[in-house]
């Protein structure tokens, strides 16, 4: 089983930057694909960022140019750099980690986190 344990949420003004982390459990183990999500109130869970094991990055276009996925394999975290923040970015975003057939923004994610609440206003 793995655990993925997010952090670095909080409130900060429409403009600014916050960077999510999210920790793996298990080690050594790398994912084929890891993810964030997002869930707005009334909103369906929309997919943000993911990373595949050899690096491939795929974005949400609502998101390119402002965020970016990155993995610290030494330390096995995932990071989402969110910058020029906007109020339609609030949402509680998650951590997922393992999809077979591609790393799409498609919500079928073996593992998810508790997720990190963003908050911009």
């Known amino acids: 089983h793995v655990q993925l344990v997010e952090s670095g949420g909080g409130s900060v003004e429409a403009g600014g930057s916050l960077t999510l982390s999210c920790a793996v459990s298990r080690s050594p183990y790398t994912a084929h694909c890891m993810a964030w999500f997002r869930q707005a109130p009334g909103k369906e869970r929309e997919g943000v960022a993911s990373?595949?094991?050899?690096?491939?990055?795929t974005y949400a276009e609502s998101v390119k140019g402002r965020f970016t996925i990155s993995h610290d394999k030494a330390k096995n975290t995932l990071f989402l750099q969110m910058n020029s923040l906007k109020p339609e970015d609030t949402a509680m975003y998650y951590c997922?980690?393992?999809?077979?057939?591609?790393?799409?923004?498609?919500?079928?994610?073996?593992?998810w986190g508790q997720g990190t609440q963003v908050t911009v206003s």
């Open positions: 990373m595949s094991s050899d690096g491939r990055t």
């Open positions: 997922v980690a393992e999809r077979y057939g591609g790393c799409k923004l498609v919500a079928d994610y073996t593992y």
